[in-house]
T-cell receptor
Framework: AQTVTQSQPEMSVQEAETVTLSCTYD???????LFWYKQPPSRQMILVIR??????QNATENRFSVNFQKAAKSFSLKISDSQLGDAAMYFC???????FGAGTILRVKS | DTGVSQDPRHKITKRGQNVTFRCDPI?????LYWYRQTLGQGPEFLTYFQNEAQLEKSRLLSDRFSAERPKGSFSTLEIQRTEQGDSAMYLC???????????FGQGTRLTVV
C-alpha cells in the first residue's frame, strides 16, 4: 500500500522569496519514483519535478528543487524566487500507480 | 499530438442513471490512469492500465464502477446507478511507461442531481 501525506493545507510566500512544501510518504515498492505536480485553478495538472528513489542526488529543475530523505520517507519541494504564476495547488505523488497527497495551496503575494 | 482528451467535459445526470466517460491518451502511451477529484482534495486513485490490462482497481471503489481499455488505446469509465456522492471531477492521465511523467486531461465534471 502507498500513502502520501501533505501536512500543510495552505502556504503563502512573498514574491521573489523561497518557500518549501512538505511531503511524507509510505510505500512497499523497493524501486519507485516521486513526483510533484502543480494544478493551477481550473487548469490541468502538470509535472513540476521528478525524483528517482535510488538516486541520492536531489532533483533540480530551474527554480524548483527537492530535498529527498529516503530513510525518513520525506520529499519536500523548494521553490526559489517565487513568482505570481507559481500560485496553484501542489500535489506530491509516489509510485507506479501515482498515489497523490491531499495537496497544498500555494499563494504568492506581490 | 493534442494531449490527453476526455469526453464529455461536463455531465449532469439524474441519480440512478448510468454514465460513461471516455479518455483518449497520448498515442503510444502504454499507461493509463483514472482518478476522482473533489474540490480542494487530491486526486483519488481509481484504476490503471498497462496497454489493455487493468493492473489494479482501488479497493475503495464500488462495484458500480468499471473501466475498460479494450485495444490498449482509449479507455472508458462507467458508473452504474449513480449516486449524489459520485459527483466529482474524473481525471484521466497517460504515460509512456511506469515512473515516467503522466500527462493529464482536463477532466470530466460529473454532477448527479
Amino acid at each position: 500500500a502507498q500513502t502520501v501525506t501533505q501536512s500543510q493545507p495552505e502556504m503563502s510566500v512573498q514574491e521573489a522569496e523561497t518557500v518549501t512544501l512538505s511531503c511524507t510518504y509510505d510505500t512497499s515498492e523497493s524501486d519507485y519514483y516521486l513526483f510533484w505536480y502543480k494544478q493551477p485553478p481550473s487548469r490541468q495538472m502538470i509535472l513540476v519535478i521528478r525524483q528517482e528513489a535510488y538516486k541520492q542526488q536531489n532533483a533540480t529543475e530551474n527554480r524548483f528543487s527537492v530535498n529527498f530523505q529516503k530513510a525518513a520517507k520525506s520529499f519536500s519541494l523548494k521553490i526559489s524566487d517565487s513568482q505570481l504564476g507559481d500560485a496553484a495547488m501542489y500535489f506530491c505523488a509516489v509510485g507506479n500507480k501515482l498515489v497523490f497527497g491531499a495537496g497544498t495551496i500555494l499563494r504568492v503575494k506581490s | 499530438d493534442t494531449g490527453v482528451s476526455q469526453d464529455p467535459r461536463h455531465k449532469i445526470t439524474k441519480r440512478g442513471q448510468n454514465v460513461t466517460f471516455r479518455c483518449d491518451p497520448i498515442s503510444e502511451h502504454n499507461r493509463l490512469y483514472w482518478y476522482r477529484q473533489t474540490l480542494g482534495q487530491g486526486p483519488e486513485f481509481l484504476t490503471y492500465f498497462q496497454n489493455e490490462a487493468q493492473l489494479e482497481k482501488s479497493r475503495l471503489l464500488s462495484d458500480r464502477f468499471s473501466a475498460e481499455r479494450p485495444k490498449g488505446s482509449f479507455s472508458t469509465l462507467e458508473i452504474q446507478r449513480t449516486e449524489q456522492g459520485d459527483s466529482a471531477m474524473y481525471l484521466c492521465a497517460s504515460s509512456s511507461s511506469e515512473n515516467t511523467e503522466a500527462f493529464f486531461g482536463q477532466g470530466t465534471r460529473l454532477t448527479v442531481v
